[in-house]
């Protein structure tokens, strides 16, 4: 892959420059949101997307009849590597933009798409992806919640968990069971969720990490009666795995890109602490062990680096990446839990002070994401589901 800017690229990240020093206020900027409450943090990220919605910088890879700019890959590289450079602070919303948009564009009615794109591209609405339950998790076919058509509306009752952001969702994708009496794939459905239907209750998780809701937060849902309008269907009863299943290829698309941008930032860090960190009489990059953990980590990333090139050129070519998105869901695993176990040997005791304990490390981020790169390993497919899927889809092992 070339990684030089062509002139229309390289004007485009300049676009960008220009516009983030215009309209990223110095008090919005990520690293600043650290010292704030969940709810201050989730207000200004709440802003910031608005702003981008403003600015046109929400779903740029969506098509211009969709309010977006066609974007190629390399332009939302880009945009990735320039907001990150310039700390700006995540969007609240990612579940509309990453799965719900493009599973609507390509399944939805024309009365959906009108309805939900717009304030999606605008930066006006927060959704939350309300698959799992408690025995839907890898297994999501098993799910329960009952989804019962009266009239012209849809009845639901059931239970969701760790489902990411619902506490500040505007709007729910929601897999339910409409039909008991099939097998467990063919009797689901896919319905938009209004979360402010009466009967809908959502109740936090609190981590070992501190964190409810925020970027990395989740909750528990409970509906009990809700009524959902049967407008409201995406891509037909009944047909909620098909639907559910194509949301979930959008889900992981450019993300690890990002990550790596991130671990990359954060390897840094490490080796600039175990640099001018002394312990025992000597700094603590003199250990051999430490360079050998430091450069296993190093290589890591960069290997990251390289299969999402590859990824994007394959992209870029048309082709469709298939399981080798499960390869890379595994090595950004292990190299984020890799990063993180070694952030918490350099820091020694000290890294387990929590953020805006009193000498926190890098303001407790090694910590808390530490303690995020444990999730990891769960979300987006368990380690086990992305070997099964490997061993089966491109080895042609038996089940
Ligand atoms: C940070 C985070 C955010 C999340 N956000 C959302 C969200 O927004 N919306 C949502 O709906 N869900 C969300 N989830 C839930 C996530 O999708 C599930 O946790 C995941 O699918 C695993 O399901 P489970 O937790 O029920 O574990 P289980 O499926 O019960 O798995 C338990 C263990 O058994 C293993 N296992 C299960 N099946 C097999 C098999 N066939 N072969 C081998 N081993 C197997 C697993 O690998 C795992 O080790 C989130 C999870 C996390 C951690």
Request: net charge positive.
């Amino acid at each position: 892959m070339d990684l030089n800017l062509s002139p229309a690229e390289e004007a485009f990240a300049q676009e960008l420059r220009s516009w983030l020093q215009r309209n990223l206020p110095p008090q919005w900027r990520e690293s600043r949101l650290r010292a704030l409450s969940e709810d201050e943090a989730a207000a200004i990220c709440m802003q910031w997307q608005k702003k981008l919605g403003d600015g046109g910088w929400l779903g740029l890879a969506w098509p211009r009849e969709y309010g977006g700019r066609g974007a190629t890959m390399m332009e939302q590289v880009i945009f990735m590597l320039e907001t990150h450079r310039a700390d700006a602070p995540p969007t609240v919303d990612r579940a509309g933009l990453r799965l719900l948009g493009p599973t609507l564009m390509e399944l939805g009615t024309p009365d959906q798409k009108q309805r939900f794109l717009g304030p999606l591209i605008r930066g006006e609405v927060v959704w939350c992806q309300g698959f799992s339950e408690t025995d839907a998790g890898s297994d999501l076919a098993n799910l329960r919640t009952r989804a019962v058509l009266q009239g012209d509306h849809y009845i639901v009752n059931g239970h969701k968990i760790w489902s990411s952001n619902a506490h500040y969702a505007s709007w729910c994708m929601l897999l339910a069971r409409t039909n008991p009496d099939v097998p467990k794939h063919k009797g689901i459905t896919m319905l938009a969720v209004e979360m402010n239907s009466p009967g809908v209750t959502r109740r936090p998780i609190r981590q070992i990490s501190g964190i409810t809701g925020g970027p990395h937060g989740f909750n528990e849902i409970f509906f009990d009666n809700v009524s959902v309008p049967r407008e409201n269907v995406i891509g037909g009863v009944d047909n909620g795995w098909q639907v559910g299943m194509k949301a979930i290829t959008y889900e992981r698309g450019l993300f690890t890109m990002l990550v790596q941008i991130q671990f990359e930032t954060v390897w840094q860090e490490l080796r600039d602490f175990a640099r001018t960190t002394r312990r025992g009489g000597r700094a603590l990059i003199d250990s051999a062990v430490v360079r050998e953990r430091l450069a296993q980590s190093y290589s890591d990333i960069r290997l990251m680096r390289l299969s999402n090139l590859r990824y994007i050129t394959r992209y870029m070519r048309g082709m469709r990446p298939g399981e080798e998105s499960s390869l890379m869901k595994l090595h950004w695993t292990a190299t984020d839990q890799r990063l993180y176990d070694l952030a918490m040997a350099l820091g020694g005791p000290a890294s387990l002070v929590m953020p805006k304990g009193a000498r926190a490390l890098y303001e407790g981020t090694w910590i808390s994401d530490y303690f995020h790169s444990r999730a990891s390993s769960i979300y987006g497919g368990t380690q086990d589901i992305q070997r099964n899927l490997i061993a089966e889809r491109m080895y042609g092992l038996p089940r």
